[in-house]
């Protein structure tokens, strides 16, 4: 079987989700670099990626054997849960499920907004968000934080409940990226349960590998990176990302 190809830049948010339950399952795969919002050869506007995703957006997944793609990171997320029997990370029971589906769909338009107003108004300058909408999305978050602190991770240890799910990935690369270790753009002192979600989040296999990236690129609250640091720090954690597959068990 050949391994799956992941459309992508480690940079990118649900990106790092999608990669980062493929190496927590030690799941062979290759990741194909494609910018975000280009439309040449090797961009999401290119006809040859909206082919695999008509939306243009990345992460896209294609199995090779069967010609089968996908996007939308979520909607991966659940069909290689799905397809390859990972029910610890994905639940067959309905409820427990349902609570994994909930926080997916509740994602979008409220953590997610995290990247809108605070990261790619440093990192997708070509984007030229409006100040209003930055504005907009920071208060989103803030109340969507405020949700996940008092009633989801005061509930749980996890999101879904007392075990890591799909919830836990997709949640922790909007949140965690915001951390002082990494892009330093949030203050989590008010929000003491996500503090120690954040900290066992850190000790899930292959978070190191799959933060490689933010690592490299540090902090970003006085000074936005250049182009050149960022396509530097995503070559290099392809790099890493590489070497972590290559250690997989065959
Ligand atoms: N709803 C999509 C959104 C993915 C998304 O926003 N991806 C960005 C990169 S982080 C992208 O591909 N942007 C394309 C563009 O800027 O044209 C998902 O969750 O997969």
Not at 45 to 66: C, M, S, V, W, Y
Not at 131 to 153: D, F, H, N, P, Y
């Amino acid at each position: 079987m050949q391994p799956l190809i992941l459309y992508g830049v480690p940079f990118s948010q649900p990106v790092r989700a999608v990669a980062w339950l493929l190496l927590y399952k030690q799941m062979p795969f290759d990741m194909v670099l494609i910018s975000p919002g280009s439309k040449g050869e090797t961009g999401t506007r290119h006809p040859t990626f909206l082919a695999k995703n008509p939306a243009g957006t990345i992460p896209t997944i294609e199995e090779p054997d069967t010609g089968f793609t996908l996007g939308e990171a979520h909607a991966i997320l659940c069909y290689l849960s799905n397809r390859h029997g990972w029910h610890d990370v994905y639940p067959t029971e309905p409820r427990q499920r349902a609570r994994v589906d909930a926080y997916l769909h509740f994602h979008h338009r409220n953590l997610r907004e995290a990247s809108i107003g605070l990261v790619a108004p440093k990192i997708r300058k070509d984007l030229n968000i409006p100040e209003a909408t930055q504005l907009a999305a920071r208060s989103i978050l803030g109340r969507a934080l405020k949700v996940l602190e008092s009633s989801w991770l005061a509930q749980s240890r996890y999101l879904a409940g007392p075990q890591l799910t799909l919830a836990d990935f997709a949640a922790y690369v909007e949140i965690g990226q915001l951390q002082p270790c990494f892009t330093n753009l949030q203050d989590f002192e008010p929000f003491p349960n996500i503090r120690r979600w954040l900290d066992d989040m850190k000790r899930v296999d292959g978070h190191e590998t799959v933060h490689a990236v933010l690592a490299e690129l540090g902090a970003i609250d006085r000074e936005a990176p250049s182009m050149d640091k960022i396509r530097s720090a995503n070559i290099s954690a392809l790099g890493t990302l590489r070497e972590a597959i290559a250690r997989m068990d065959p």
